[in-house]
Nanobody, 118 residues
């Protein structure tokens, strides 16, 4: 059974930092591309950052230079370090696992709320 469990969300003041974690189980983590998305209310989910199985990272324009994605294959965990947070970063953050064998149907975590107060 595949499980993705996010943690680390919470309330932070603008300019502050948070680190999100996503612990994966039931997948071959080291061969899986991992993504972080975020969603505000009923709006479409926005890709925040992604990291490939060989640790190449890519970022959305709105977070470039402020967020850092990383992975620890020994712990089956992907991280999102969020610095210089802004009120517009407020959202539910989801991690997603894109397996090579089913890229069109990623596995999703349950999400973690991040609220940035101005």
């Amino acid at each position: 059974q595949v499980q993705l469990v996010e943690s680390g969300g919470g309330l932070v003041q603008a300019g502050g930092s948070l680190r999100l974690s996503c612990a994966a189980s039931g997948i071959s983590f080291r061969t899986t591309d991992m993504h972080w998305y975020r969603q505000v209310s009923e709006k479409q989910r926005e890709l925040v950052a992604r990291i490939t199985s060989d640790s190449r990272s890519f970022y959305g324009d709105s977070v470039q230079g402020r967020f850092t994605i990383s992975r620890d294959n020994a712990k089956n965990t992907v991280y999102l370090q969020m610095d210089s947070l802004k009120s517009e970063d407020t959202a539910v953050y989801y991690c997603a696992a894109f397996l090579a064998t089913r890229r069109e149907r990623p596995y999703w975590g349950q999400g973690t709320q991040v609220t940035v107060s101005s």
